[in-house]
Antibody, heavy 118, light 111 residues
Framework: QVQLVQSGAEVKKPGASVKVSCKAS????????IDWVRQAPGQGLEWMGW????????NYAQKFQGRVTMTRDTSISTVYMELSRLRYDDTAIYYC???????????WGRGTLVAVSS | DIVMTQSPLSLPVTPGEPASISCRSS???????????LDWYLQKPGQSPQLLVY???NRASGVPDRFSGSGSGTEYTLRISRVEAEDVGVYYC?????????FGQGTKLEI
């Protein structure tokens, strides 16, 4: 079955960087984009961008341009999302999700809590 | 960016009764191929979001048929024919016509 397993919770200081991983299994890794969506405490969902695991191509929301980098390692079917210059308002749960072309985000990871605290 | 607006934001329901959530987009989500690029998600308490409906009206795999999506252009509706206790959570619409994908504010369904 399709699974997206994310790395564990992180606590970072303002100005630092965080790198969250998302390991895919149960399907052809290169066949579907992986999107990243975050959710601040008690808030709604915010799309950050996607990565094409086949080509490594990316599409980032303008809000995160210059601070976010999405990469992949095809040898271990894993994608990464790195967010730099962290601010307090980056505290959120970060989800990875598989995107089926024109058919939605059909499988989600359990989320990774990133807390930014001094 | 396309702005998504949901209503109501809170929806108290009685089990067995129908429920309806509206979602409006700031521009049409109708693609030239005839599909409406609007998805619905449910986030149950303490869980990750799950896909309910894609392309406006297509139920995702495993989604009960009491859920149905409709609409076109800028107006969309998610209907639950008979609410069950397991349907509680926050419902989000999301446009996938253009990046950045954007979500509605969420509608909290409570029993």
């Amino acid at each position: 079955q399709v699974q997206l397993v994310q790395s564990g919770a992180e606590v970072k200081k303002p100005g630092a960087s965080v790198k969250v991983s998302c390991k895919a299994s149960g399907y052809t890794f290169s066949g579907h984009y992986i999107d990243w969506v975050r959710q601040a405490p008690g808030q709604g969902l915010e799309w950050m961008g996607w990565i094409n695991p086949n080509s490594g191509g990316t599409n980032y929301a303008q809000k995160f341009q210059g601070r976010v980098t999405m990469t992949r390692d095809t040898s271990i079917s894993t994608v990464y999302m790195e967010l730099s210059r962290l601010r307090y308002d980056d505290t959120a749960i970060y989800y990875c999700a598989r995107e089926i072309a024109v058919a939605g985000l059909d499988h989600w990871g359990r989320g990774t809590l990133v807390a930014v605290s001094s | 960016d396309i702005v998504m607006t949901q209503s109501p934001l809170s929806l108290p329901v009685t089990p067995g009764e129908p429920a309806s959530i509206s979602c409006r987009s700031s521009q049409s989500l109708l693609h030239r191929n005839g599909d409406n690029y609007l998805d619905w998600y449910l986030q149950k308490p303490g869980q990750s979001p799950q896909l309910l409906v894609y392309l406006g009206s297509n139920r995702a795999s495993g989604v009960p048929d009491r859920f149905s999506g409709s609409g076109s252009g800028t107006e969309y509706t998610l209907r639950i024919s008979r609410v069950e206790a397991e349907d509680v959570g926050v419902y989000y619409c999301m446009q996938a016509l253009q990046t950045p994908y954007t979500f509605g504010q969420g509608t909290k369904l409570e029993i």
